[in-house]
């Protein structure tokens, strides 16, 4: 029996080439999109016509309340949630002394608590049945952190943490988590940096290329699949070795 991953923020993308990517190895895939209805229903059109099978799901994951009603729909559409990817988020470039407490619970609410919200909604049968895998998106920035983008960086940090200590709780479950680390992607959540600074980050890069959604996807692919089995609580950076 095919196994399921939810992928949320798919509209769009590293999402929606993950959930491409997890269709092409087999995984049924539950596409969860915010706003983007018309993107997430040409990421399920490629899907069908590569002969995957996927369906999509509106929910805001910074509302917990629609998270769970998400789940309850994929578990009545697909019976099982396998793989988890949080991928969803969102990016602003703005000083620190400017963003004002809704900008930074906004930052927050949807780029950490997202990812609590549908951990602890997709956990419990995950924990009943012993098995299970979570991938979380990351960034380079909640790592080594980046000027003008401290909420993002604080965000992408507490993702970090979350998954570090969410592995060490959840492993005797049969459960592995693991972030996936990107660097700088070429996605729309790019466009607002000028060509000369995206030059600029592509010659930091020891490969001297930016990313691609496509390398982001291939490393949650590996850490989805039984190959990575004894891998858990970890970061895998995807960077270009930008940041070594
Ligand atoms: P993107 O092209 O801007 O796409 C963002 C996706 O997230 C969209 O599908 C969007 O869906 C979804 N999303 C945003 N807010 C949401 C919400 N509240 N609920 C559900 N979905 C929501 O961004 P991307 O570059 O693919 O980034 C994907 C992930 O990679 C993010 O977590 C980002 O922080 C991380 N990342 C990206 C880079 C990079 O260089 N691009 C680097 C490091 C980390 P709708 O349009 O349907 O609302």
């Not at 299970?132 to 604080?154: D, L, P, R």
């Not at 729309?188 to 982001?216: C, H, I, Q, W, Y």
């Amino acid at each position: 029996m095919s196994k399921t991953a939810l992928v949320t923020g798919a509209s769009k993308g590293i999402g929606a080439e993950i959930a491409i990517q997890l269709a092409k190895n087999g995984f049924n895939v539950a596409i969860n999109y915010n706003k983007s209805k018309a993107e997430a229903e040409k990421v399920l059109q490629k899907i069908i016509d590569r002969g995957g099978h996927a369906e999509i799901f509106q929910a805001d994951v910074g509302d917990y309340a629609a998270v769970k009603n998400m789940v309850d729909s994929i578990y009545k559409e697909f019976g099982f949630i396998d793989v988890l990817v949080n991928n969803a988020g969102i990016a602003q470039q703005i000083l620190f002394t400017d963003i004002t407490p809704e900008i930074w619970s906004n930052m927050i609410n949807t780029n950490l608590t997202g990812v609590y919200n549908c951990c602890n909604t997709v956990l419990p049968k995950m924990i009943h049945s012993h098995t299970g895998c979570i991938i979380n998106i990351a960034s380079m920035w909640g790592e080594t952190g980046g000027s003008c983008e401290v909420h993002y960086s604080a965000a992408k940090a507490g993702v970090i943490g979350l998954t570090k200590a969410l592995a060490k709780e959840v492993g005797l479950s049969g459960i592995r988590v693991n972030c996936v680390s990107p660097g700088v992607i070429k996605t729309e959540m790019m466009s607002s940096f000028s060509d000369d600074t995206l030059r600029e980050l592509k010659e930091e890069s020891p490969l001297n290329r930016l990313g691609t959604a496509l390398d982001v996807a291939n490393a949650v692919v590996f850490l989805a699949d039984e190959k990575a089995s004894f891998i858990t609580g970890q970061v895998l950076s995807v960077n270009g070795g930008i940041l070594i």
